[in-house]
C-alpha cells in the first residue's frame, strides 16, 4: 500500500486501547478526568473519545490506515485488550503487529514473552518509567529478556518522561538498557520516543552497543523540556549521523480518537528526513528502512500487498 507521502508506511508504535483498558483503569484508581487532562496539556489531543462496548475498535483502525494508506501499524497491548487485539488480527490479517506489556513485578512475567510468542505477536513493551521495585538492569528482568531471545521478539522499552503520572524517573534513563544490550548481544532492543527527553544517552548507546536501536514515535513534545534547542529535523540528523538510519525505526504513537492515525506526525517526520536526503545524509533506501523496512526486517513481519486510493483530507 501507498500512503499520500508516495511511499509505503509501516507505523511500528501504536495504542490498542478498549472499554476493557479504561474499565482497567478506573480498577487501579487511574481517573479518565486526571488522564484526560495531563493528555490535553502535554499532546496535540484536544478530546478524547472513550471507548465503549459498542466500538469495533479493530475496524476503526483499519478504516484509518485505508484512509492514508498505511499498510501496517504495530500496537502495544495490554492484557485488558489482548483478546481483542488477537481477534483484530484474525479478522485482518497483514495489518496488525502487536507487541504485549509486559511487567517484570508479575510473577508470571516470563510465562506472558512465551504466551505472546504462541499467539503471533512481534515483540514485548516494558515500561521502566513506571517501575519503582527495579531497573531495567535488574535481576528481575533477566528471564524476560532469556525469553524474548529465545523467541526471537523485540523488546520496545519506555525511558523518559511519560503521559502517566505514576512515572519514577529515577528509572527512566535509557543507559539502564546497556549492560542487558551486552549481556543479550542477540537480542534487538528498541528505544521509544527517542529516549522522551533521554535523548543524549539514546545517541551514546549508538557508540557503545550494537543491538539498540530507537523509535520516532511521537511528537517528541520532550523537546520543549531540555535547555537547548532541537527540532524534529535535528534529531533525525543526529540519530542518524550515531547510529546509521537501520536503527531508526518510524513511529507515531497514536492512541485515542478523535485524533486516529497522527497524520501530522508522519507527514513532519518525513519532511524531516526528505530534507536530510537533500543535504545527502541519508540515501533513497534509507528512508525507506525509517518508514517501513528496519521493523519488517527486524521482525520478519510479512505485510498484505494492497493498493488503495486515500481519500481522507
Known amino acids: 500500500m501507498i500512503s499520500r507521502l508516495g511511499i509505503e508506511v509501516v507505523d511500528a508504535h501504536a495504542h490498542f486501547f478498549t472499554a476493557n483498558t ?32 459498542s466500538w469495533d475498535v479493530a475496524q476503526r483502525w483499519v478504516d484509518e490506515m485505508d484512509s492514508y494508506g498505511v499498510s501496517t501499524m504495530g500496537f502495544m497491548v495490554g492484557a485488558e485488550a489482548y483478546d481483542e487485539f488477537l481477534e483484530a488480527r484474525r479478522r485482518f490479517p497483514g495489518r496488525f503487529m502487536g507487541y504485549a506489556n509486559v511487567n517484570p513485578g508479575e510473577p508470571d512475567a516470563a510465562e506472558q514473552v512465551g504466551r505472546a510468542t504462541r499467539d503471533g505477536l512481534q515483540g514485548i ?15 528481575a528482568c533477566y528471564p524476560i529478556y532469556e525469553e524474548a531471545l529465545r523467541h526471537g521478539l523485540l523488546v520496545f522499552l519506555h525511558f523518559g518522561i511519560t503521559i502517566g503520572g505514576q512515572a519514577d524517573l529515577r528509572h527512566g534513563n535509557p543507559i539502564d538498557i546497556q549492560l542487558p544490550a551486552r549481556d543479550f548481544p542477540d537480542l534487538n532492543f528498541i528505544i521509544a520516543h527517542f529516549g522522551a527527553g533521554f535523548f543524549r544517552e539514546v545517541l551514546l548507546l549508538q557508540y557503545q552497543t550494537d543491538n539498540v536501536l530507537m523509535d520516532s514515535s511521537g511528537s517528541n513534545s520532550w523537546m520543549r523540556y531540555l535547555p537547548y534547542d532541537l527540532d524534529t529535523r535535528k534529531i533525525f540528523e543526529r540519530a542518524i549521523k550515531a547510529g546509521g538510519p537501520e536503527r531508526v525505526i518510524f513511529g507515531t504513537d497514536s492512541t485515542f480518537f478523535p485524533r486516529g492515525f497522527r497524520y501530522n506526525v508522519l507527514e513532519a517526520q518525513y519532511t524531516a528526513v526528505r530534507a536530510l536526503q537533500e543535504e545527502g545524509l541519508i540515501t533513497e533506501e534509507g528512508v525507506d528502512a525509517i518508514f517501513r523496512g528496519n521493523i519488517l526486517r527486524l521482525t520478519g513481519y510479512k505485510t498484505r500487498p494492497r493498493t488503495l486510493s486515500c481519500s481522507k483530507t
Not at 481517573?31 to 489531543?45: A, I, L, N, P, V
Open 22 to 53: 479504561l474499565r482497567s483503569w478506573d480498577r487501579r484508581g487511574r481517573t479518565r478526568e486526571g488522564f484526560e487532562k495531563r493528555t490535553r496539556s502535554r499532546t496535540d489531543m484536544t478530546s478524547i473519545e472513550v471507548p465503549d462496548a
Open 125 to 139: 513493551k516494558l515500561y521502566p518509567s513506571s517501575w519503582r521495585d527495579f531497573h531495567a538492569y535488574d535481576e
